[in-house]
């Protein structure tokens, strides 16, 4: 799995929705609870937007995430 970082451009990978975003923050991970990373999707009716999501629901589209 890809460390997803602010910046960081993912589409959804859901099997009906397959909409892109961007990585807006980074939520706290607590123990025992998958990563969750707040979205700002590119959609505009995606509702809520940005919208808090699991880590492991994204995949990061290669070549355009943001430099260290």
Do not use: C, Y
């Not at 609870?33 to 808090?52: C, G, I, M, Y």
């Not at 994204?58 to 943001?66: E, F, N, P, V």
Request: hydrophobic letters at 35%; a positive charge; aromatic letters at 4%.
């Amino acid at each position: 799995m890809v460390e997803l970082r602010v910046g960081d451009h993912v589409i959804r990978s859901h099997r009906l929705f397959k909409t892109r975003g961007t990585v807006v923050r980074v939520a706290v991970q607590r123990r025992g609870e998958a990563r969750q990373v707040w979205v700002k999707w590119d959609h505009p009716d995606t509702l809520p937007n940005p919208s808090l999501e699991s880590a492991d629901s994204l995949k990061a589209i290669k070549g355009t995430s943001s430099p260290p």
